[in-house]
């Protein structure tokens, strides 16, 4: 149903970054274990498979855990979000200070730019 056909022999990074210029999160599934792959990839990390579908992200998910960087530029946030469809990702929770994120909040996603690229980033789901 949210299946992404990625033109033939497209690497997996490119799939993933021509999908976040596109405002999708796209991930993994494999077809023979069906488990969730993410980062992109050619093996199924599971089951040693070559045969991973595309699938786009409905983007909403949960936080797993979560940590306030201190850097020069001031404090950010690092989180684990573990998506609906089963994988987790490293990004961080905006709208929210940065030492405020809750761990179990719901989150959705929102591509925002950063340095001139899309850069995935979460934000507290309106309920
Ligand atoms: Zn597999």
Redesign the pocket.
């Known amino acids: 149903m949210s299946e992404v056909t990625p033109p033939a022999g497209a690497a997996p990074e490119t799939v993933f970054r021509d999908g976040l210029a596109a405002g999708e999160l796209r991930f993994q599934r494999?077809r023979?274990?069906?488990?969730a792959v993410f980062q992109p990839r050619v093996l199924?990390p599971?089951?040693?498979?070559d045969d991973l579908a595309w699938h786009r992200s409905s983007g909403r998910g949960r936080v797993y855990s979560t940590t306030a960087v201190r850097g020069r530029d001031g404090v950010h946030n690092v989180s684990l979000v573990d998506l609906d469809e089963g994988f987790r990702m490293m990004s961080r929770v905006e709208g929210v200070a940065p030492d405020r994120v809750l761990i179990g909040t719901r989150v959705a996603l929102d591509v925002v730019e950063q340095d001139g690229q899309p850069v995935a980033v979460f934000r507290e789901e309106l309920s």
């Open positions: 494999c023979a274990c069906s488990a199924c599971a089951c040693g498979s």
